[in-house]
Structures are given as C-alpha cells and as structure tokens.
C-alpha cells in the first residue's frame, strides 16, 4: 500500500537519516508526524509532499542520501531505478521559447510541450494537477529556475515518466522565494513517489549556477540536452566516491 502510515524507523530508512536524528527532530515538531500511542507515526504521503518542499534548501550529501535511500545505488536495486534524469528528457520534449508570459499560460503551454513527447493520455488531467501543486506552494526556486510537478506522482497520465524543459525569453513572476523572475522550467511526471523524489533530488544537484547560467545561454535544443547530459554524468561520479 503506497500511502500507509510509516514507523520512525520505516521514515529514517525512508529519507537516508539516522534513526536518532529523525527522533530529535520529530521532538522539536520538524518534521511531518504525529504521535499514536506514544509512539511517532509518519504519513507516506506527507512525508513526499514534505521532501518535496525540503529538497532545495539541502546540501548534496542529503540529497544523495535521497536518491540511495530511494533505491538508486542500493545493492540489489532494479536497474531501472537508477534512470537517468536525461534518459526521461527527449529532443521533443525542449522548447527554448516557450510563448506564456505568466503563470497560467506557463503550465498550459509546458503540457502543450509535454504532449508533444506523444507520452501523454491526460493532458488536462495533468494541467489541473500542476495548478492545484502550485496554487499549494510554488515549485519556483531562487535561480530562475521552478520545478512543476503534480502534487502526487500520476501513474495513469502518461505512458512512461517524463520531463519537460522550456525556457521563456522574458522571466514570468512564478513564486521565487526570492522574488526573482523564473526564466527556466523542468516539468516532472513520475508514476511513483519513490521515482519522482529521486528524479527531483538528481535535478536539484544538475541545476546548479554555472549549469543554469549555461543552459540560458544555449541557443539549440542538442546543446541543451548534452549540457544536461554532462553535468549529470558529473553529479553521479560525485555520488560514487568515499564520503
């Protein structure tokens, strides 16, 4: 069952973190849970929504503890559950003018481009999810850069996980904690919440600024793809070294 309730051991394991941490915090009211009977009880489903939002203000350690602690580089793990971010990318799926000037024109026009991938059986269903994350709390982040992403991963809405990247010429007010404009944009559908939590844990470790400046300078759809391509074959060779 995807959303049962989870232990503070089952949520440590969950997350990658020491079992006493998750205690210490849970204490102090840090973290999504509730006590029954005495005992710390965290919901599946609240705990994604809570990493969701966490994920940006990370370091790289924790975030590559996320991506082990959500199957990939765990002995034994499936071999599709360390796909690469860029696998889920395709040409097709790149747009460097996207033609939306603000929010709602934003994520109607970055489904117009998910459609374009021919993976997707739902679009509005999609649509009507982006809204509803976002009208919860922006997935825009203090470089320029926002994430969108349903509230909960959508298994029935498109044929396989995918994303989507565009860039608008001119910044769209999306919600910066920052207050900046956002100019850059990585939609992500993922059919389960351990994949999409890994999937947005690889990205927040690509994009960061020399790699958002690189990409806002590009001027072709290839030379986007092998920017991303390089700098997350670099993000996994520092994910493999001693730590």
């Known amino acids: 069952m995807p959303y049962r309730s989870m232990s503070l051991e089952d949520f440590a394991r969950h997350v990658g973190m020491d079992a006493r941490d998750v205690q210490r915090l849970a204490d102090r009211g840090k973290l999504p849970a509730q ?34 602690s959500m199957g990939c580089g765990l002995e034994g793990a499936p071999a599709d559950d360390c796909t690469f971010v860029t696998d889920l990318l395709g040409m097709e799926g790149i747009e460097l ?18 459609q374009r991938t021919g993976l997707l059986y739902d679009p509005l269903g999609l649509q009507f999810a982006l809204e509803e994350r976002e009208g919860m709390c922006s997935t825009a982040l203090p470089n320029g850069v926002a994430i969108p992403h ?43 919440d351990r994949h999409h939590l890994r999937v947005l844990a690889r990205l927040m470790r690509i994009l960061d600024g020399d790699t958002v400046a690189a990409l806002m300078e590009a001027e072709e759809r290839e030379a986007v793809l092998q920017l991303l391509i390089d700098k997350e074959n670099q993000v996994i060779a520092r994910s493999a070294r001693p730590r």
Request: proline share 7%; glycine share 6%.
């Open 97 to 114: 003018a996207l033609p939306a000037n603000t929010k709602a024109s934003l994520l109607r026009e970055l489904v117009k481009l998910a």
């Open 35 to 68: 006590k029954v009977g005495g005992q710390w009880r965290f919901n599946r489903a609240r705990v994604t929504e809570w990493l969701q939002q966490e994920m940006p203000s990370l370091a790289e350690d924790r975030l590559i503890a996320i991506e082990r």
């Open 150 to 192: 349903p509230r909960q991963p959508m298994p029935y809405v498109s044929a396989e996980p995918l994303i989507a990247m565009a860039r608008v010429s001119r910044g769209i007010g999306f919600g910066s904690p920052d207050r900046g404009l956002t100019y850059l944009f990585f939609l992500i559908c993922c059919h389960d």
